[in-house]
């Protein structure tokens, strides 16, 4: 009988028990380019997303994500650019929800053109919306929720039916969330991935991506993948496997430290609105509570002295938390998203997304709160 465990648990022991004959509690980093070939059933190498090291987090992040199989790639990018040229191509049709991360948001503006593949930006969360815009040449359907960085929540279950009702498949990227908080394959989509710099990694020392998916969609991806070349070494991978131990204790801190921020800005004078999905005034609230475990720890918010001045100002005053790119770190980060994760962006295209130049996108690390609740309220007071 296969035993099935907690996610505490999964993160700990989930596929660790490869070369067990050393005695030793942690996987062997096998750092090898070359592998023999003759008499083993594949051939292992690097680039085919088949070493021991890469086997063993991706059975680890499988099990965290209720998924049957996944990949590794070098950066959150590789892993959405390889999926995304896996199953369109010249002629098809993609829909994508306007308010995703910026980097996404340029790639499929830049790229997708040169390929003659059509795409349509959905501005409303309703899974009707997402109906609307299906074509007879439509192939996918991508969304992030919650979103990078106004956190807007979508209802997964629903728009996963849409997909399959017209056979479609479905993508979120799931790294604001991780699959502590939120299992989107249990929700009916088909591909579930991550920018693993964020969260997984945890630490602000790694650069990767992963994705979990069926046996059927990850062969697919793998074909295009290990032609694309977007793979990682042995010992980022060790390192990785090293990080998700602790992404459970990590992510249930960040989820109530945010928590407890949030209700801390949203109260403040000096802050004009609080984007979090854990405040039950934010739309997607009750939305956010039946799909989630937790609400997370990123948050934005605009101060009520709108202007790049004073957000200047406000970053000027900080001293414990860093003005930073990325996200997901044990530390506690803040950054202007028109200037870091949504600089790609134009400005209209910005502020159609409801990102202004005054957002500041806040990711809430695992000190403790009172310290960085004091450290906002200096700063606010000196804005």
Known sequence: ??????????????????????????????????????????????????????????EKLTALEKGETGLLFSSGMAAISSILFSFLKTGDHAIF?????????????????????????????????????????TKIVYIESPTNPLLDILDI?????????????????????TPINQTPIALGIDISLHSGTKYLGGHSDLAFGAVVTSKELNNKILKSAINQGGSLNALDVYLIERSLKTLDVRVNRQNENALQIAEFLEKHHKVGRVYYPGLKNHPGYEIAREQMKGFGGMLSFEL?????????????????????LSLGGVETIICSPALTSHIKMSKAD????????????????????QDLQMELDFALNKT
Do not use: W
Not at 7 to 32: A, M, R, W
Not at 160 to 177: G, M, P, R
Not at 350 to 369: F, P, Q
């Open 157 to 177: 279950k629903s728009i996963a039916e849409v997909s399959k009702k017209h056979q479609l498949i479905s993508i979120i990227d799931n790294t604001f969330a």
């Open 350 to 369: 910005r502020e159609k997304a409801g990102i202004s130049d005054g957002l500041l996108r806040l990711s809430v690390g695992i000190e403790n709160v």
């Open 304 to 324: 009520k002295a709108d202007g790049i001045d004073q957000v200047n100002h406000f970053l000027d005053a900080l001293n414990l938390i860093k003005p930073a």
């Open 1 to 58: 009988m296969e035993k099935t465990f907690s996610k505490e648990t999964n993160c700990i022991h989930t596929q660790q028990d490869y070369e067990l004959f050393i005695q030793g509690v942690n996987t062997p980093i096998d750092p090898s380019s070359a592998f023999q070939y003759r008499g083993f059933e594949e051939n292992v190498y690097p680039r085919y997303y088949n070493t021991i090291n890469q086997k063993v987090v991706v």
């Open 97 to 137: 929800y306007q308010k995703i991360y910026g980097g996404t948001f340029s790639f499929i503006k830049t790229e997708f053109e040169k390929f003659g593949i059509e795409y349509s930006f959905v501005e409303e969360k309703a899974p009707e919306a997402f109906e609307k815009a299906i074509k007879s040449n």
